[in-house]
C-alpha cells in the first residue's frame, strides 16, 4: 500500500491479499513462476506508459486503505471475541 500511495510502479503476485490490494493498480504475475516474472519485469522497463499508468492508479487505490479503518476494524474484532462473540 505504501509503494502505491507513492506512485511507484508495483510489481506483485496474485492470489492472496496483495492481488486484492493492489487491484489493477498493479501488474500481477504467478509467484511460482520464473517466466512470468521475468516478462513481468521486462514489460515494466521498457514500457513506459504501463509505468505512468501504474504510477497514476496506486495513489488512488491506496486511497482506499487508511490505518485507522484497519484499527478501528481490529478492535471491533477483540471486542466480539471479548463478548464471546463469533466475529462475523
Known sequence: VEALALGVPVLSSRGG????????????????????????????????ALREDLAR???????RFRWRDAALAHLSLWREVARGERPA
Not at 20 to 37: F, I, N, Q
Open 57 to 63: 492508479r496506486g495513489p488512488e487505490r491506496a486511497a
Open 17 to 48: 491479499a496483495t492481488e486484492e490490494v493492489c487491484g489493477d493498480a498493479a501488474r500481477l504475475v504467478d509467484p511460482r513462476s520464473e517466466d512470468e516474472l521475468f516478462l513481468a519485469l521486462r514489460e515494466l522497463a521498457r514500457d513506459p
